[in-house]
């Protein structure tokens, strides 16, 4: 089993940052992808930035040129630093983990105030 622990959501006002992290550990055999997923109240879950092994990413166009996903390899750690945030990314970030199977964690609350 594969556990993915998120952490360094909370409140901030518009304009300020945030990074969040993304722990995994457990029985990993292989890691494909790890991405950032949203689900704003109300609305369903959305795609936000995803990285490969090989280190390519992809972001939503929302987020392009505010919000930056890295990760380190050696800890099986992937980082979303949100810069610029607005009232609009607030929603539950869920991490995921895309290995021969996919893992999604818990959920960490992000909220922005205006």
């Known amino acids: 089993q594969v556990q993915l622990v998120e952490s360094g959501g909370g409140l901030v006002q518009a304009g300020g940052s945030l990074r969040l992290s993304c722990a995994a550990s457990?029985?990993?055999?292989?890691?494909?992808?790890m991405g950032w997923y949203r689900q704003p109240p109300g609305k369903q879950r959305e795609l936000v930035a995803t990285i490969t092994s090989s280190g390519s990413t992809n972001y939503a166009d929302s987020v392009k040129g505010r919000f930056t996903i890295s990760r380190d390899a050696a800890k099986n750690t992937v980082y979303l630093q949100m810069n610029s945030l607005k009232a609009e990314d607030t929603a539950v970030y869920y991490c995921?983990?895309?290995?021969?199977?996919?893992?999604w964690g818990q959920g960490t609350q992000v909220t922005v105030s205006s």
């Open positions: 995921r983990l895309v290995g021969a199977i996919a893992y």
């Open positions: 457990g029985r990993i055999s292989s890691i494909n992808a």
